[in-house]
């Protein structure tokens, strides 16, 4: 059965307003990665809210063991592509490793993905209040990134869930209360446990976006191949294969669009 789902019933473009709205009337959202045209259409007409151009295309296009050889020239390519069929998905490019070390270098990259790549938004890893604040102040809109951390992998040591014991979960609101009042206007928030997630996104007035972060999230985002089953490597268990119960990678995509919206993804086998 074809589920169809808009913002304000609408057509027009989503707007980080328009997710804000949801998120004040307990309306969840959908987002997938999508890093080409094709994908961005199907991602697109399926009703997703929001498409994330994620450095993960390091892993899963590049075939990298990291995000970290990404550079900007990448990221700009493909949300350009991205955004060439994206008609109504708000659409987020991420910042790759090391272009956002100091303001300047946050600004003029973050402009790239604007101006040429077409987003409307960018996504950073970290507590990065300083040039959190110095984009906003120059009109760009911003997505912070909490949790588990790809680009800092070599100082994490694997991929694990952060935010289990209780100094790292105060932490981690802190930072995510600290991003807000920055001026950004979505977090995301990756690998902590369920309820950690839920305390935070009640505590937080901007939408906050999960990934492995249990169902409580305002909205959910999953690696694109995963939920589709076709990456290389093992499905992490926060992500489900939504291909596998049908043939049509369309009914897929509305299949997880639908079951975010109704709160019947993630259940707690993939939450932590
Ligand atoms: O790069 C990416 O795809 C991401 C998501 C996993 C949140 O940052």
């Known amino acids: ?42 991602i697109d007409a399926a009703g997703i809210d929001a498409i994330l151009v994620g450095d993960s295309l390091g892993m899963v296009i590049q075939g990298n063991p ?51 790549g077409g987003a409307q938004m960018v996504k950073l890893e970290g507590a990065k209040v300083e040039i959190i604040q110095f984009l906003v102040a120059q009109g760009i809109s911003v997505c912070g990134h909490l949790g588990l951390l790809p680009q800092f992998i070599h100082q994490l040591g694997s991929y694990k869930v952060q935010g289990k014991v209780a100094e790292s979960a105060a932490q981690l609101l802190a930072d995510a209360l600290a991003i807000q009042n920055a001026g950004a206007a979505m977090l995301v928030l990756e690998c902590v446990p369920a309820d950690l997630a839920r305390k935070i996104t009640e505590k937080l007035t901007i939408p906050v976006i999960g990934i492995g972060a249990g169902k409580c999230c305002d909205a959910q985002v999953l690696v694109v191949y995963d939920m589709l089953g076709i990456s290389t490597g093992k499905r992490p268990r ?13 009914t897929a995509l509305k299949n997880y669009c639908h079951a975010v919206k109704q709160g019947d993804f993630p259940t707690a086998a993939h939450s932590f």
């Open 238 to 250: 926060f992500s489900k294969n939504f291909l596998i119960e049908t043939n049509s990678i369309e």
């Open 1 to 42: 059965m074809p589920h169809s789902y808009l913002t304000s019933n609408s057509s027009q473009p989503v707007t980080h307003l328009d997710l804000l709205t949801m998120k004040q009337r307990g309306e969840k959202f959908a987002c997938l990665t999508a890093y080409d045209a094709s994908f961005s259409a199907l």
């Open 66 to 116: 990291t995000t970290l050889p990404v550079k900007m020239d990448d990221m700009v390519y493909h949300t350009r592509c991205v955004t060439k069929t994206c008609k109504r998905a708000l659409v987020i490019a991420d910042l790759p490793f090391m272009t956002y070390a100091t303001p300047e270098m946050a600004a003029q990259n973050a402009a790239a993905l604007i101006q040429e």
